[in-house]
């Protein structure tokens, strides 16, 4: 079974500060994506790479995919109350033609103002 | 927009009780899985369908069972409700390329 490892699992800064969440494996995956969950609501997908190296931004948050596609990171600038929430990455794996995803342990985020 | 309607968004039930819970999706999407997400462990994958009559096995599929008779509704049924099956379940569907469309839960206490 694959294993995808975020940290840290808790995170609580001020408005306005930077941060970084990390997501580890030691499996290789074809895709990696990011997804936020707010409260009672189901994880909404933010970001998807592809390709080893990868970097996409997307607003204040940027998405780094690792060199050999084991591993990924968020980086999130000057971070305010609204990114608070639960942030998951998953990894994904073809199976007979099929993508299937394993999901991160998830790094709950909140951003004090 | 893709819609994914789970039936009930809390749900409390008694243990030995066989419990169904169900997603209708209304994209026509091929794909559907089940999922439970549980606090420290992310979201692990109960079973999943790619096409109407077919289900196949995730990581955790004992003490639960799934059923896809149309191609918008995919249930998850817990033959025999257990404590340890507490959770919050998750349904989403996907389609040809495209990522996953989670619905909004349901979260359930079996007592």
């Known amino acids: 079974t694959q294993l995808l490892e975020q940290s840290p699992q808790f995170l609580s800064i001020q408005e306005g500060e930077n941060l970084t969440v990390y997501c580890n494996s030691s499996?290789?995956?074809?895709?990696l994506q990011w997804y936020r969950q707010e409260p009672g609501e189901g994880p909404v997908l933010l970001v998807t790479?592809?390709?080893?190296?990868e970097v996409k931004k997307l607003k204040r948050l940027t998405f780094q995919f690792g060199d050999a596609r084991k591993d990924s990171s968020l980086h999130i600038t000057a971070a305010q109350p609204g990114d608070t929430g639960l942030y998951l990455c998953?990894?994904?794996?073809?199976?007979?033609?099929?993508?299937?995803?394993?999901f991160g342990t998830g790094t709950r985020l909140t951003i004090i103002p | 927009d893709v819609k994914v309607t789970q039936s009930s968004r809390y749900l409390v039930k008694r243990t030995g009780e066989k419990v169904f819970l169900e997603c209708v999706q209304d994209?026509?999407?091929?794909?559907m899985f089940w999922y439970r997400q549980d606090p420290g462990l992310g979201l692990r994958l109960i079973y999943f369908?790619?096409?109407?009559?077919?289900?196949e096995k995730g990581d955790i599929p004992e003490g639960y069972s799934v059923s896809r008779e149309k191609k918008e509704r995919f249930s998850l049924i817990l033959e025999s409700a257990s404590t340890n099956q507490t959770s919050m379940y998750l349904c989403?569907?996907?389609?040809?390329?495209?990522?996953?469309?989670f619905g909004d839960g349901t979260r359930l206490s079996i007592l």
């Open positions: 998953a990894g994904g794996s073809f199976n007979f033609g099929n993508e299937k995803l394993t």
């Open positions: 499996s290789v995956f074809s895709s």
């Open positions: 790479v592809v390709t080893g190296g």
């Open positions: 994209m026509d999407h091929e794909n």
């Open positions: 369908s790619y096409d109407v009559k077919m289900k």
């Open positions: 989403a569907s996907e389609g040809y390329n495209q990522p996953q469309h």
